[in-house]
């Protein structure tokens, strides 16, 4: 879901509190299409409230544009709260699954050295693979993910950012 | 909270119980396989149905009657076509904050999904053009939807709302509660507008020299007209309106300029450039209204006023934002400026700058010439109308031509699809708003074009005894799209000619209404008395000249400085 525009845009996390029932995740990305806003990526769980789900978009917007796509969450009905959170005050991960290829032990024990550093888990290796577990900030798996692209990525799955704004 | 009352019934029983209690009087709708059930528990409602010829209309209608009676018009229509036949006047209710209830009847649950004959995803195909769409899944579920679905169609700024009901669960017999009072935790409108920021607007409008109030569709949605006259008349501004706004000030004010815009009367388009401090009520800055958004108000001070906090900032960034309810924010301003305003400043150059504009433009902008014209037509139907009628238009030339040459003077009176300007709305739209105001003549000021999209609400007219009359300005053209033609595409005319088809006077006649022909001032003077008098429908087809142009004519993606004034 990559931005065609070479200007890198400020990357946000709106945080959204949410009714827990059908047709919801559709409205809201239903209103992002409507306006042509890319989502970078969305997020969705059940919070201790059974009936309210928590969704976490990241996008990549200018400040303009922000406070009108904020409005018009806003209005959706099924939105019971949404902010902005301001990313040096807030907890934030996502995790990332990604299957290297890995010829020979030479590679294997690089990659796994490099996952090391990265505190990634190796989650399983094949004859010709390794699959890592990276958790971090998209900032931190990018890192991650542009170091071992010397060997091949032959999958990668990424879950998406989770955020909470941090304690008082 | 009163005592909820319970009973058993099936869910179409249900639905109409709860749309009596909402008060509900008329609905306007046409039948169908999946709602069935509804339509015979409609047999025994207290409300009146109107049936209508085709589902579109069905939605118009409840429109109109919402604009007229400020509370929401009820539609219904069976699944699939008859649902997706009514999406064009949703989305037109939608465009203009009108607060329509859209009953569609849906395939059974177990067969939702499955592609079944007349299904439609309309939750899906409705969410882009209505503030919320219902699918209750049993029959209890009704009572609180209807309630919720009232509340959000009526309350902030106002909208469509769908409620989707499959075919089982308007037969599914159970016991049934209705809810009094009913809470929906993602929905808070903001009613009361922020203090601090009405006296900081209250403080800029004292200390301009040259403020202008555009007033928008919003004043009349609130039912401002008052607090709007008075606050006019207090700080002595200049009141112009947009499009959707036109009628929210009596055009015959001596304050009153007029609407802006792209058609928009030439001395409100000169006037509005010369203000340092522009007030807007209730209106969102449109391009149609403001021509190119980053020219529009620069160097003067912009105070905006809407009900819509994403209002704020969307098309035009401003000094003061107020969100609220216009009538209490106006309210509020109106106290605070008469404990400052002693003596209404009547004489000042502003104001003569005014005078000048309209004296410059009166000589200016010349009339076609021929003895029969647009112009000419609508100033004879302002001088025989009682003021207290209501006026809609079709979309195109006509209603540029209405919005330019026929002074609204009562408040509230006037109305037009000017969001989504969709050809087809005035007429049936007009039959609703005879149904909500069966007391007041109801005029539609259309293009043979746009009427001839829904001309087949004339059986309904004809048969529900709700006699609106049709003022036809028939050019034999799509008049807008030929003007556009020949403006911008060097006479290439593509698409446009009617040929005479059909006769209208004879339509009028095939459906029980009166139908007359007027080719000259002679001719629309009594056609026009005697549509006044007619029991049923009249169709006044007047034949105007094929090149007579709207002017004058601020092009699209041009400011409103650079509006051809035709003359």
């Known amino acids: 879901m990559s931005s065609k525009e070479n200007k890198p845009k400020p990357f946000y996390i709106i945080s959204s509190l949410v009714e827990n029932k059908p047709g919801v995740l559709f409205r809201i990305t239903n209103l992002f299409r409507a306006r042509n806003f890319n989502i970078e990526s969305i997020t969705v769980g059940i919070t201790e409230k059974p009936d309210l789900s928590r969704m976490t978009i990241t996008t990549r917007i200018d400040e303009a544009i922000l406070d009108q796509l904020v409005k018009q969450l806003r209005k959706l009905i099924d939105i019971v709260e949404v902010e902005i959170l301001d990313v040096n005050n807030t907890v934030y991960r996502e995790l990332a699954l990604i299957k290297i290829k890995a010829k020979d032990f030479t590679n294997r024990n690089e990659i796994i050295n490099f996952a090391n550093v990265f505190r990634a888990n190796i989650l399983d290796i094949g004859i010709e693979s390794v699959t890592v577990e990276v958790i971090g900030t998209p900032d931190k798996i990018d890192a991650f993910k542009n170091l071992i692209l010397q060997y091949d990525i032959v999958e990668m799955a990424r879950t998406g950012v989770s955020a909470l704004q941090r304690g008082e | 909270m009163n005592n909820p009352t319970m009973s058993e019934m099936s869910g179409a029983k249900a639905l109409m119980y709860s749309l009596e209690k909402e008060g509900v009087d008329v609905v306007f709708g046409l039948p169908g396989g999946a709602n069935l059930p509804i339509y015979d528990a409609l047999v025994d409602a207290k409300f009146r149905h109107i049936l209508v010829r085709h589902e579109q209309s069905a939605a118009h209608m409840a429109d109109g009657y919402a604009r007229i009676k400020r509370k929401a018009g009820v539609c219904l229509a069976t699944s699939g076509p008859g649902a997706t036949n009514l999406i064009t006047g949703i989305a037109t209710a939608y465009a203009d904050s009108s607060p329509v209830i859209a009953i569609t009847g849906q395939v059974p649950l177990n067969m939702i999904g499955k592609d079944a004959f007349q299904e439609t995803d309309i939750i899906g195909v409705a969410n882009p053009c209505t503030k919320y769409a219902f699918q209750p899944r049993c029959a209890p579920e009704i009572p609180e939807v209807v309630k919720k679905s009232f509340y959000i169609a009526e309350s902030g700024r106002p909208g469509p709302v769908l409620i989707d009901i499959p075919k089982d669960v308007q037969q599914d017999v159970t016991e049934i509660l209705f809810p009094d009072l009913i809470k929906v935790r993602g929905y808070k409108p903001i009613v009361d507008p922020d203090l601090s920021n009405v006296g900081k607007a209250v403080e800029l409008l004292l200390s301009s020299e040259r403020p202008i109030i555009m007033a928008g569709g919003g004043v009349i949605l609130s039912g401002a007209f008052s607090e709007l006259q008075a606050i006019a008349e207090l700080i002595m501004a200049p009141v112009v309106t947009t499009f959707k706004g036109k009628g929210a000030f009596p055009e015959n004010h001596p304050l009153a300029m007029g609407p802006i815009g792209m058609h928009g009367h030439a001395e409100a388009n ?298």
């Open chain 2, 270 to 567: 000169r006037i509005i450039l010369e203000a340092d401090c522009i007030l807007a009520v209730g209106a969102r800055f449109s391009d149609r209204s403001v021509g190119r958004f980053d020219e529009f108000g620069k160097g003067m001070n912009i105070i905006h006023l809407d009900i819509d906090p994403a209002e704020i900032g969307k098309n035009k960034s401003v000094d003061i934002a107020i969100v609220g309810d216009v009538k209490s924010a106006l309210r509020t301003m109106v106290k605070m400026l008469s404990k400052t305003i002693t003596k209404k400043n009547t004489e000042n150059p502003w104001l003569r700058r005014r005078k000048e504009l309209i004296e410059y433009f009166s000589e200016n902008i010349k009339d076609y010439p021929r003895e029969l014209t647009a112009r000419k037509a609508l100033k004879k139907l302002r001088e025989l109308l009682p003021p207290e009628s209501i006026v809609t238009t079709e979309v195109g030339q006509c209603q540029m031509w209405t919005s330019l040459h026929f002074d609204v003077i009562s408040p509230g009176t006037f109305f037009s699809s000017t969001g989504l300007g969709t050809m087809g709305f005035g007429f049936p739209a007009s039959i609703g708003a005879k149904a909500a105001r069966p007391d007041v003549h109801v005029v539609d000021v259309a293009g043979d074009g746009s009427f001839n999209m829904t001309e087949n609400s004339l059986a309904v007219s004809v048969l529900e005894n709700l006699p609106v009359i049709v003022f036809l300005l028939n050019n034999d053209m799509l008049g807008m799209v030929a003007q556009w033609q020949r403006t911008f595409y060097d006479r290439r005319y593509m698409g446009v000619h009617q040929k005479s088809c059909p006769d209208y006077v004879k339509i009028a006649e095939a459906y029980g209404a009166n139908g007359i022909k007027a080719q000259s001032m002679d001719e629309l003077e009594k056609a026009i008395k005697n549509a006044l008098k007619s029991e049923v429908a009249t169709v006044i087809d007047l034949t105007i000249d094929p090149e007579e142009d709207v002017y004058p004519f601020v092009a699209p993606g041009t400011g409103l400085k650079d509006m051809i004034t035709g003359a």
